[in-house]
């Protein structure tokens, strides 16, 4: 038939197709992370696997920085966003961008501040920070518009100044910061400056001036960080700024800042090499934590670390440092700064904790949530409050095992526990710890380190102590300590014991290296004789056993450990939790009195375990014999089609579930897609277990999902697209089954290519040597074997006589 279209073929066509949609809607409640929450307790004795995976994306994030950035005229960095790889769409954000311009204009007529607040913009474009854009100019790459909001501060120079918020995002799209990588946890790093920062006589605290606003941004991503304001001297209008520094807000900045710093001091001059290794361990984004022990190498550090950093831009400021002996009469008694959290009292040199957030009322139910954000307040990197915290840690997990929502209403008893713990949390204002470790030993001093490891039925804990002896007297001084609630699932006592000597060798190692006491003794003590047996045994035990001694004997002198009674072990504090009142009468920070005494004093006591628990942590050998038969469902074999298979499966499936159902409550009439789809998957899984033993080596990243399938980790993993296509389901290429799947597929595509047919399958299915697999299916088709068969060829007669005569060339 001629149409205007062209000449069209119409008739009944022998395949049919059926299209079937189905429509998937997902709810995702992202709730609070609570491991996210609890980082801090698990700072310097966490699993060396997480670390060990961890420093390998810092890795590539700190190769990508050092390949893209570049310096200026002037000496001042340039660097480029570290976008993540293959990171979704991100939209321009204009929207939200201008509904929340709306609120900070409010917020600012209200508190009369809008002036100073478009001042702060002014100065900055004058100072070459940020740039106005031309809305009319052509974007070529894309944009993003950043939100903002003003914070009011009385006591500072600047009594308001903008704070941008990457992470604002509309439903169902990414903010800037999920598209940026975060680099190394900077939280991590705490500890570490902690134990530095009491090493020495004088500690020094300073911090750059402006930090992110001296590092410039390439041209080519300043786009996306674009953001609205009202144009002063046009009414109504609103215009378009860019920044051309580093962010504050934005994920990556304290990473970008850390890289720049370090890439920096890296390429320090000979003479000022030692200098510059001091400063790279000393920085916390912005602030500068260190110690130093003479009056002369403070003055030192001091001048050539400005020097140092004005190469760059950078302007160290707001230097405080440990009043020296003829300056200690002239500070106010109670002059306080912050130092990574907690307070640092100048005159007496002692450190708090900073309890101003505590002291407000909280109204309202006591909650789940009530409980974290208050023990959260309580912010403590050397551990010396965390015998107090124990408490409502435990709280907590009392909750979770009532399974109660975040606010919901607790019960009565865990509520009055709370408030008791509560009512005597302002005792911990009296909690004052030396700042300098050292401050009470000689010169001569003998040093020794002494972890401390004790376990509860609620949590297991470790305290690491400095002893100092000298001719005159002995001292000690608490380090570092850490505790952690005892798992969920029930484990004996003496495995808590390990998993106690476990974090306190780990928390040791990273301690030692840190103040740098690697060559003075180190004593191990514990009141366990079965972990002290378990550790000092080279035998096979059981695997969670076997897995801790191995990692306590690669980080520890087995012979290092000693056994203590549990009364006079000062981690038993820690492991069995106390009130704030308690915690401040104890002194257990200044360690326990009989480390005080000669060594000859020393509490000394035979391991003598209790060998019934100690054998029962052996690996058992087991000898079995195991005779393994595959067998494959009968009808596999007698069904012709895939089809037909699925479908005779679901319908078994259905009078198997109405068997067992009263007759009103029995499923009838014609079969759903959901025991379609059910059926399929139990043939393809008894595919699986008929021809994946478990014994082949594949080459492929496997892994089993929820309903028993064996799936392929593919390189697209992380697309955004249906879990099927990204994780499709793993099959043999020799199989009945696959071979009916296959020609299916096949007839489906109207006898499709192997080309096609593969491409098809590869959508839901990895079949192993698929090309090959498919071409033998395709060779059994008929119909294809009919269309692509060649036709008859005659036999060539023999040529008359005349046209093989011989002739002469004329």
Sequence with gaps: MNTKLGWTVIGRSRITENDSSSTLMSLLVNDVNISDLWRLDTLNINDPAENQSRKELEEAAKEHFERSVKRDNEGRYIVSLPWIHDHPPLPDGRKIAERRLNSCIKALERAEKLVDYDDVFQDWQKEGLIEEVDPMQEIKQGQHFLPHHPVFKENSTTKVRPVFDGSAKERNTPSINDCLEKGPNLVELIPSLMNRFRVGKYGVIADIKK?????????????????????????????????????????????????????????????????????????????????????????????EWQALLSTAKFELRGWEHSPTEDKIEKMQEDLKVSVLGLLWNLPKDTMSLDMKGLMKEDKGPTTKRKILSTVHRIFDPIGFSCPVTLEPKCLLQECWKLGLSWDAELPLLITERFERWKMKLPKLNALQIPRCVREDFAEDSKLSIHVFCDASQSAYATCIFLRAE??????????????????????????????????????????????????????????????????????????FVYNRVLEIRKLTNPEDWRHISGTLNPADLPSRGSNAEELVKSLWWEGTNWLRRPIEDWPVSETIPDFDVVNSEKRKTIVSVTNTTTEQLEYFSKVSSFRKMTRITAWIFRFYKNAKTQKKERKGGTLDLEEVEAAEKFILKQVQSQCFSGNEKLNLQTFLDSDGLLRVKT??????????????????????????LIFEKHVELSHAGIQILMSSLRENYCILKSRKTIRQVIRTCVICQRFASRPLEAVSAPLPEDRVRDAYVF
């Design 470 to 543: 000298s001719a005159d007297n002995t001292s000690c001084q608490l380090i570092q300590a850490r505790n952690r609630v005892a798992p969920l699932k029930k484990i004996s006592i003496p495995r808590l014991e390990l998993l106690s000597c476990t974090i306190g060798a780990r928390l040791a190692k990273a301690t030692i290296s840190e103040l740098g006491l690697e060559k003075i003794p180190i004593f191990y003590w514990s009141d366990s004789m079965n972990a002290l047996y378990w550790i000092k045994r080279n035998e096979n035990w059981a695997t």
């Design 211 to 303: 930090a992110f606003l001296q590092i410039g941004l390439q041209e080519r991503d300043r786009p996306y960080l674009r953001f609205l304001w009202k144009d002063r001297g046009r009414e109504g209008n609103i215009k378009i700024l860019q920044h051309k520094r580093v962010v504050f807000g934005i994920s990556s900045s304290p990473f970008l800042l850390g890289a720049t710093l370090e890439l920096h001091l890296k390429n320090a001059p000979d003479h000022l090499k030692e200098t510059a290794q001091q400063l790279m361990r000393s920085f916390y984004v912005d602030n500068c934590v260190f110690s130093v022990n003479t009056k002369k190498e403070l003055a030192r550090f001091i001048s």
């Design 715 to 740: 390189k697209i993993s992380q697309r955004s697209d249906i879990p099927t296509f990204r994780f499709p389901i793993l099959l043999p290429s020799k199989h009945a089954v696959i071979g009916k």
